[in-house]
């Protein structure tokens, strides 16, 4: 008795180029994986509506959706679901922006089987790890779901505790891609910076108020305007006076 071969896991792979779609699916059936195909972003948003896929595979120039499009669509309605796109040129901008839109890897056609098979694999792990992520613990109930969306009591009971944290005297920092964006203090601390900055400004300003005050007097001026009407020769023997008398 022969026993059936298990399926390394279900991928829905997206080209409008035919030949390409089934060179592909081809390639990843004889892998092991069971694969779907469609042959552009409309007939693929129908597939993903009526069956579940580890991995999506989907060219990026296609016309009416494009790659980046389908992409989009993809992780606003399915945001644990791995998408890999295929690029006919290397080019790093779209490279990026894709990254940007959560795919998880761009691949350059064409694509070995063996490439194939290694990137599909491991979207199929990321994919088994992201389920297993949101799995209930051990001690739930079972027929017990939990859902993956915070509701909006629990963002403000956590919003509530991160207040409490600042109010505290304590600070959080938001980050971006783990770099340092802003921080949350409290009130108290702020107005403590504002009024060390505004002390150092009035000193400053006072400062600068006497020094004009001490310019508008007469002798003041007049010294003002002896030193503007000198000659050189004069401003050189009145430097050479300054510096005799600091000796």
Same mark, same amino acid.
């Given at each position: 008795m022969v026993t059936p071969r298990k399926l390394k896991g279900r991928v829905l792979i997206i080209d409008?180029? *035919? %030949?390409? @779609?089934r060179l592909y699916a081809s390639s990843l059936a004889a892998a092991g994986f069971e694969v779907a195909k469609a042959s552009g972003g409309k007939q693929a948003l129908q597939c993903i509506e009526g069956s579940e896929f580890d991995v999506i595979l989907s060219d990026i120039s296609m016309?009416? *959706?494009?790659? @980046?499009? @389908?992409?989009?669509?993809?992780?606003a309605r399915f945001p644990d679901l791995p998408v890999i796109l295929m690029l006919d040129i290397?080019?790093?901008?779209? %490279? *990026?922006?894709?990254?940007e839109l959560g795919a998880i890897q761009c691949l350059i056609k064409p694509i070995t089987a063996e490439v194939l098979e290694q990137t599909a694999a491991y979207a199929v792990r990321l994919r088994q790890s992201r389920r297993s %992520?949101?799995?209930?613990s051990g001690d739930a109930r079972i027929g017990e779901t939990r859902s993956d969306c915070v509701t909006a009591t629990d963002a403000k009971n956590e919003f509530g505790r991160v207040l409490e944290s600042v109010i505290r005297g304590g600070k959080v920092f938001i980050t971006k891609h783990d770099a340092r964006k802003a921080v949350l203090i409290s009130i108290?601390?702020?107005? %403590? @910076?504002?009024r060390s900055t505004r002390s150092k400004l009035d000193s400053l300003s006072g400062e600068f108020d006497a020094l004009l005050a001490r310019m508008q007097m007469p002798g003041t001026r007049a010294k003002m305007k002896a030193a503007f009407d000198a000659s050189p020769k004069q401003l050189g023997r009145a430097a050479v006076r300054i510096a005799n008398k600091r000796d």
């Open positions: 409008d180029e *035919i %030949a390409v @779609l016309p009416g *959706i494009d790659g @980046l499009t @389908l992409l989009r669509q993809m992780r290397a080019d790093n901008q779209t %490279a *990026i922006r894709a990254t %992520a949101h799995r209930p108290d601390e702020f107005d %403590a @910076l504002s």
